[in-house]
């Protein structure tokens, strides 16, 4: 048995030292002293005047607005770093620091398969109690084919019955997930999995009340009135293409330790005028555009999101890049080291391979136990033009300009350059035609979905910090393998990974199946994410991370 009880006085030390912090920094508030208390007989108000406490509120920026904000639906970082903050999960990931969510206890069995959860006295932010079959429902939801959730493939391979479920062979309530009493919440896995517990916060697999979504239907969390929130804030308004107003949830379990009472999320699309915004004192947190960041030099704090950019290709065979040659022809084609110099004047680091280097190997990083290098950084055009030559006899075309592709991406002016730079490179190594389209954030999103693209500029955070968080998005059948890509020699590896219990072995079938993807011409990589952050220095315990959200701000504290 694993008890977490112990875990709960983390939560209330990282909420110590965050207020010890405010007290020790200058220019914030002193704890008072004996000699400021009211002497006996004097009211508070009395003698002298008394500070005025102002709601502590943060303010930061997205450049889209948040795609969805239902759990089960989400399927973007925004959603998910304002989903962290308004859901709770069992357990919660805090910069990598496993601790208490909405279980009290848990206990896991002898083979390592079955989960037993028990859940703490707690309420919505309606009042109404959380329950364990809050949870039951949430994940029927999530892989129920119906609900046609992009991030059903978090669970397919993992919880028992759901991936049959999840292709409608059988029904949701054969699901591995069950609610013993209101209290009690058992899950069982196909095989054990050590990253489990790490996965419980994300918002995917948070609550969600039957009751609501049967009321709202396809509303359901469209706005702040049609939801109710598990876990430190509440939507109090949510005003779409502008704002998110975040409120501190009192009915929270851990309110006591939440130190901000209003989190204001405002859309800008002009990385600049958000700079200009936070000059002012608009915004407490900013990311520096690649252009201007030499002129904040020692202001700003340099932090890697997790995200790995890469261009996602549509092998449906619907475009000439059903051709392994011409997917391996692009590949070679780039010069990634001038593509980061020219698109963010070397604020992003070139990458030439898919999985994060960062995440947990066996018992180092992954990239230290796996050194990799699946095409040359700095391309190789000769071999870009033989594989080139072969993907025209396959497409019978004797002129290379006559093979034209898309390259799909948003209508950000960082991601038109990057696509411009994109387009430069590949026509001119190769002769192709490359026809850029752009669309907003969210219209991206759905036609990765609808597998409505032959070419996107892409990326991918890990939701937990595990190879198989980037190599579970493409096996055959895969929700997520928007791409269509489809390998027996990538499945079986993705299978022995699943099912092999050596760590040492699981992660060798790890490294071939990205050398199989890549191999396959599956993706193209381009890039490691780096941001350039401007932080209010009042702002205390506001926390970036690489996995599955950028910002966590749940602990957070404003000097007054």
């Given at each position: 048995?694993?008890?977490?009880?112990?875990?709960?006085?983390?939560?209330?030390?990282?909420?110590?030292?965050?207020?010890?912090?405010?007290?020790?920094?200058?220019?914030?508030?002193?704890?008072?002293?004996?000699?400021?208390?009211?002497?006996?007989?004097?009211?508070?108000?009395?003698?002298?005047?008394?500070?005025?406490?102002?709601?502590?509120?943060?303010?930061?920026?997205?450049?889209?607005?948040?795609?969805?904000?239902?759990?089960?639906?989400?399927?973007?970082?925004?959603?998910?770093?304002?989903?962290?903050?308004?859901?709770?999960?069992?357990?919660?990931?805090?910069?990598?620091?496993?601790?208490?969510?909405?279980?009290?206890?848990?206990?896991?069995?002898?083979?390592?398969?079955?989960?037993?959860?028990?859940?703490?006295?707690?309420?919505?932010?309606?009042?109404?109690?959380?329950?364990?079959?809050?949870?039951?429902?949430?994940?029927?939801?999530?892989?129920?084919?119906?609900?046609?959730?992009?991030?059903?493939?978090?669970?397919?391979?993992?919880?028992?019955?759901?991936?049959?479920?999840?292709?409608?062979?059988?029904?949701?309530?054969?699901?591995?997930?069950?609610?013993?009493?209101?209290?009690?919440?058992?899950?069982?896995?196909?095989?054990?999995?050590?990253?489990?517990?790490?996965?419980?916060?994300?918002?995917?697999?948070?609550?969600?009340?039957?009751?609501?979504?049967?009321?709202?239907?396809?509303?359901?969390?469209?706005?702040?009135?049609?939801?109710?929130?598990?876990?430190?804030?509440?939507v109090k308004e949510w005003k779409h293409e502008d704002r998110i107003i975040l409120v501190k949830n009192p009915n929270y379990w851990a309110a006591d330790t939440i130190k901000l009472d209003e989190v204001h999320i405002l859309t800008v699309a002009d990385p600049m005028t958000a700079v200009a915004m936070f000059e002012k004192g608009e915004l407490d947190q900013v990311n520096v555009p690649a252009d201007v960041v030499a002129n904040y030099e020692g202001q700003v704090t340099y932090y890697y999101d997790g995200a790995n950019d890469f261009i996602k290709i549509n092998m449906d065979g619907s475009n000439p890049l059903k051709s392994k040659d011409l997917r391996l022809a692009i590949n070679y084609a780039l010069d990634r080291e001038d593509y980061v110099l020219?698109?963010?004047?070397?604020?992003?680091?070139?990458?030439?391979?898919?999985?994060?280097?960062?995440?947990?190997?066996?018992?180092?990083?992954?990239?230290?136990?796996?050194?990799?290098?699946?095409?040359?950084?700095?391309?190789?055009?000769?071999?870009?033009?033989?594989?080139?030559?072969?993907?025209?006899?396959?497409?019978?075309?004797?002129?290379?300009?006559?093979?034209?592709?898309?390259?799909?991406?948003?209508?950000?002016?960082?991601?038109?350059?990057?696509?411009?730079?994109?387009?430069?490179?590949?026509?001119?190594?190769?002769?192709?035609?490359?026809?850029?389209?752009?669309?907003?954030?969210?219209?991206?999103?759905?036609?990765?979905?609808?597998?409505?693209?032959?070419?996107?500029?892409?990326?991918?955070?890990?939701?937990?910090?595990?190879?198989?968080?980037?190599?579970?998005?493409?096996?055959?059948?895969?929700?997520?393998?928007?791409?269509?890509?489809?390998?027996?020699?990538?499945?079986?590896?993705?299978?022995?990974?699943?099912?092999?219990?050596?760590?040492?072995?699981?992660?060798?079938?790890?490294?071939?199946?990205?050398?199989?993807?890549?191999?396959?011409?599956?993706?193209?990589?381009?890039?490691?994410?780096?941001?350039?952050?401007?932080?209010?220095?009042?702002?205390?315990?506001?926390?970036?991370?690489?996995?599955?959200?950028?910002?966590?701000?749940?602990?957070?504290?404003?000097?007054?």
């Open positions: 048995m694993k008890k977490i009880k112990k875990f709960v006085s983390l939560i209330l030390a990282l909420a110590m030292i965050f207020s010890l912090a405010a007290c020790t920094t200058p220019g914030q508030n002193e704890p008072v002293k004996p000699e400021d208390k009211p002497s006996e007989g004097q009211t508070p108000d009395q003698g002298s005047e008394q500070p005025q406490q102002t709601a502590k509120i943060l303010k930061y920026s997205l450049t889209a607005d948040a795609p969805t904000l239902d759990p089960q639906l989400m399927n973007s970082i925004p959603s998910s770093t304002v989903g962290y903050h308004i859901y709770e999960g069992l357990m919660r990931n805090h910069v990598g620091e496993i601790i208490p969510g909405m279980a009290e206890d848990y206990k896991i069995s002898e083979d390592g398969k079955t989960y037993t959860f028990t859940l703490r006295d707690a309420k919505w932010s309606d009042g109404q109690p959380i329950t364990a079959q809050d949870y039951e429902y949430a994940l029927q939801r999530l892989v129920d084919p119906a609900t046609a959730s992009d991030y059903s493939f978090l669970v397919t391979t993992l919880i028992k019955n759901a991936g049959d479920i999840n292709s409608g062979k059988l029904p949701v309530t054969d699901l591995g997930v069950k609610a013993v009493d209101e209290k009690t919440l058992t899950i069982e896995l196909n095989n054990p999995t050590g990253y489990f517990l790490s996965m419980l916060s994300m918002s995917q697999l948070c609550p969600v009340r039957k009751d609501l979504v049967e009321k709202y239907g396809k509303d359901f969390s469209a706005d702040a009135d049609k939801n109710v929130y598990s876990g430190p804030f509440m020219l698109s963010s004047k070397n604020m992003y680091h070139p990458n030439t391979r898919y999985v994060l280097p960062q995440v947990k190997g066996v018992e180092n990083d992954y990239g230290d136990e796996y050194p990799y290098d699946a095409f040359p950084l700095n391309g190789d055009t000769a071999k870009a033009k033989e594989h080139l030559a072969k993907a025209m006899t396959e497409l019978g075309v004797t002129d290379p300009a006559k093979i034209e592709v898309e390259l799909l991406t948003t209508d950000a002016e960082r991601t038109r350059i990057e696509a411009e730079v994109l387009q430069s490179q590949i026509q001119t190594a190769l002769g192709i035609t490359v026809k850029i389209v752009q669309v907003p954030y969210k219209q991206r999103l759905a036609m990765e979905s609808d597998h409505d693209f032959q070419m996107v500029v892409t990326g991918w955070v890990p939701d937990y910090p595990d190879p198989f968080s980037y190599l579970e998005l493409w096996p055959t059948n895969s929700p997520y393998n928007h791409g269509s890509y489809s390998s027996e020699v990538y499945d079986n590896y993705i299978n022995e990974a699943l099912t092999n219990t050596n760590p040492q072995e699981r992660m060798d079938a790890l490294f071939n199946a990205e050398k199989t993807l890549l191999e396959d011409g599956a993706i193209v990589p381009l890039q490691l994410r780096r941001n350039a952050m401007l932080l209010n220095p009042k702002v205390k315990g506001f926390e970036t991370y690489f996995v599955g959200i950028n910002y966590d701000y749940m602990f957070a504290d404003i000097e007054q």
